[in-house]
Every structure is written in C-alpha cells, then in structure tokens.
C-alpha cells in the first residue's frame, strides 16, 4: 500500500492531452502524485458520473488600473473581487495586464500589480507588463523580466502613439524574440478608429446603436495584417488578443501556413453574441473592444477553435458598473469597453459547445486551459492532469443547469451579458494546489493564498 495521499478524487472522467478516462486522483501536497491504482487518504471525493478538468487559465484580465494616476477612473472589480469570480467560475489561474503608471516603466508597474495578487489573490496569478512607451530602459527591461520569470509583454496596436514609435516597438519585439518572449497585441488601427469616430460625432450619431461603425472589421483587419508583418520581420511569438473577426481571423490562419508563430485569443462575446444587440435600449452594455460582430464572424471563429487556429478563449475581464456601462453623457465611439465574464466564461462556452455538439471536451480543455499554459510558459506545471502538475482541478457537472443573474455573482458589476440565459454545464467544485478554493458559486478560498507562477521562456508548441 502506497502512503496515504492528502486527498483523492475518486470515479471521475478526467480529461488531460485530449484523453478522457476514468482514473482516480491522489494528490499530495498541492500536485498531483499519481493516476489510478491503489490509494488511501483521509480526504476522498466522489466525482462520479462528472468530469474531472485542468482548472481554467484565462490568460487575459484586468485586475489593477490602466495606466493613469492614481484616483483616477477604474474597473470595479480588483484582485480580491476578480478571483473570487474565477474560483466560482472553475479558474484556478489568471493572467492580469500590468500597466506603468505615467512616467514609469514596465518593471515598476508590474511589481506593484505582483505585491496586490499576492496580498489579495484567491487562485495563482501571472503578469504582462505593458509596454507604453518603447525606448532604451524600456527595450532593456524586456529580457531582464523575461529571465525574471515574466516573458510576455502587451503592445496596444490601437494607441495613436504606436505609429509615432513604431520604430521602436519593432524593436522591442527583436528583443522579445531573442529574450523568448510573447508578445499580445491589441489589433485595432488607430487612424481607421480616430477618423470613423470622428465622423460619427460630427454627424451627431451619438446613440450606442452606432458604436460597431466606430470600430469597424477593417480597422482590426489592417492592425492584425500589420502585426503579422512584424511577427514575420522579427521572429517575436505574436498572440494577437480578444480577436472578434473572420477577416482578422483569415489574416491569422494565412500566417500560421507560412508556420509563423502567430496565436489567437477570441472572447466568449465573440463567440455568444452578436451586433443587434447594440440596437436595444440598453446596448451599450455589450460594449468591448473590438465591439460584436456579425452572426458570420461568430461561426468563423468557432470553425477556428475546432481547426485550431484560435488557441485560447479569455475573457479580457474589465468590468464597470451598468450605471457607468449606460452612462448617457457618453457618446457611441467613447462608450466603456469591458464586462464581467470570469465566472461565466467555462459553463457558457461549455454550454453553448461542448453541449451542443459544436466542439469536443478535449478541444474545450485546450482552449481554456492547456494552450494558455503552454504558450505562457506554465505546462506541464499548469494546464495538464499529469503526476508533478499542479493539482489545480475542476469537478465539473455537464449536467447542471442554471439561470444567469449577474446581480447575484461575484463581480462588482452587477450584471452580466448573459443575464437569463439557462446554461448547463458548472463548476461543482475548484481545486487550486490541491486546495477546495470553491463550492459552487460559495468561495471559501482566503484572498492571498493565491501565487505568483514562475513561468519559462517561450517555446513553440
């Protein structure tokens, strides 16, 4: 008889490296110490007839300000808040965009953001320090923070300043390449934005109902035909982030045939909704960054999951209240842009795909776990059911069925897109390091239990 084990999840589906089988799981000191045979442990749970799955990795919320002065505006939910909703969700890892803060750079801005997560967080964090401004110390600091265990960095594409430095960032993706280094870019051309923006506003079409006309498809088309070009010329891992479109899409599988190191990120709204929904009374609440796209756009990017060129589904995760979402003083190209989507992110996708027959368990395991974890330097730490992995689990019920009522969630907002949808498929219980951090929707994870991830230097899947 092998030692006693600190807990055993015993009858389970357990889904790994697109298998499913029935195995039992012994866990030891917050890893996983083996799959099936005998086991004995004070601690057993019965996940019968239910499936057993990495926990989730959203490799993209917004749990620390953007970077303004301190004071001003936000999102309502923080680290605490934030990962609360994730543990409820089946989250067990979240990777939070770290702003500098006007005047400073990556480094700074990013170890503040670490010293929150580790005071506040429930589940385990990582971090993309942001890269505002690409000069010397900036270019500098992305190898010294990739060997620091931080090998990613997020360029925004969108911001008129990228074009006055694209010198410079063209750069700091050299330097990204040669550190092993992945960089995010946020796909939107600035002047196609600024000039459609414009024009709205001088027409007086303020109404929500003209906001995909503020950020239209070519605006994202463009950026992300740009930022293959720049994947192309320097080598750089590229994940282009939250991508809504299939002609941005059809840009990423036209670079992944050429075998660029090009990975897509697509956002459940992307996937669940579409862009009528800016014309009902209160439609500014469906705003994001792309904004929805049109019923063709959604079944190309579920065609991508399945085909995998879309290697992860995040929820870019920035909510704001629906007070400030219907704001009517805010005209249509300004509307606030994000939502809460922690919580619902794996039983939506799971209902809407895996229930429904449009993708397999093992895909939805992919998309929402193991990709993200390789592409950002965890696996086989996170993202897999394996011996030495962490045991960061998820008993899930296919079969449990809810209704939706943002008001009645963790986050701060309020609402959720997806209030009265009747959705089947929820977290029963999440496990993160062998810890019950959630109960269903009951949190009973203590805010800064949560750890940083060491992560490694990029290589290609």
């Known amino acids: 008889m092998s030692e006693p084990m600190d807990m ?28 099936g ?7 057993e749970i019965d996940a019968s007839s239910h499936h057993v799955l990495p926990g989730g990795i959203d490799a993209h919320v917004h749990l620390t300000p953007p970077g303004t002065d301190p004071g001003s505006w936000r999102w309502v939910d923080d680290f605490t808040v934030g990962t609360r909703a994730a543990a ?64 990613s960095i997020k360029v925004f594409l969108s911001f008129r300043r990228f074009d006055r430095h694209v010198d410079g960032y063209l ?10 280094s992945v960089v995010l870019v946020h796909c939107e051309d600035p002047a196609i934005l600024h000039c459609c923006g414009t024009a709205l506003a001088e027409a007086g079409h303020t109404d929500a109902s003209y906001y995909p006309e503020s950020r239209p498809v070519e605006a994202e088309r463009i950026a992300t035909e740009r930022a293959v070009g720049y994947c192309a010329t320097t080598g750089a891992a590229t994940y282009v ?46 705003s994001g960054a792309p904004p929805l796209r049109t019923d063709r756009d959604r079944d190309a990017l579920w065609a991508g999951i399945n085909d995998g060129t879309v290697a992860t589904v995040c929820t870019d995760h920035a909510p704001w209240s629906l007070a400030d979402k219907l704001d009517p003083t805010v005209p249509a190209h300004e509307l606030r842009q994000g939502m809460a989507e922690l919580e ?29 974890a390789r592409l950002f330097g965890m696996y086989p730490r996170k993202g897999a059911i394996a011996p030495g992995s962490d045991a960061d689990l998820v008993v899930w019920n296919g079969d449990e069925t809810r209704l939706v009522d943002g008001s009645t969630m963790h986050s701060l907002a309020g609402y959720s897109p997806y209030d009265g949808w009747s959705v089947t498929g929820w977290p029963e219980l999440t496990i993160s390091r062998g810890e019950i951090v959630a109960k269903g929707t009951d949190v009973v994870g203590e805010p800064g239990r949560g750890q940083l991830v060491p992560r490694s230097r990029f290589r290609r899947p």
């Open 8 to 35: 055993i999840i015993r009858g389970g589906t357990v889904v790994t490296a697109g298998v499913e089988a029935e195995l039992d799981i012994g866990i030891v000191d917050g890893t996983i110490a083996q799959l």
């Open 37 to 43: 045979g005998e086991m004995i442990a004070e601690v």
């Open 88 to 151: 409820a969700g089946g989250i067990t890892t979240v990777g939070n965009m770290s702003f500098p803060r006007r005047g400073e750079q990556m480094a700074t801005g990013l170890e503040r953001d670490v010293a929150d997560a580790e005071a506040n967080a429930v589940v385990d964090h990582f971090h993309h320090p942001v890269l505002m401004t690409p000069d010397g110390e900036g270019i500098e600091q992305i190898a010294t923070l990739a060997a620091q265990g931080h090998p």
């Open 171 to 180: 750069q700091a993706m050299q330097a990204a390449a040669a550190a092993g």
């Open 241 to 286: 982030v939250h991508l809504s479109s299939q002609a941005a899409l059809d840009a990423c599988r036209t670079a992944r045939a050429r075998d660029l190191p090009v990975y897509v990120e697509t956002r459940p709204i992307y996937l669940h909704l579409e862009r009528s929904l800016f014309d009902e009374p209160d439609g500014a609440k469906y």
């Open 344 to 372: 619902t992110m794996l039983p939506v996708l799971w209902s809407e795909g895996v229930a429904t027959g449009r993708i397999s368990v093992a895909r939805f395991v992919e998309v929402t776990s193991t990709s993200a």
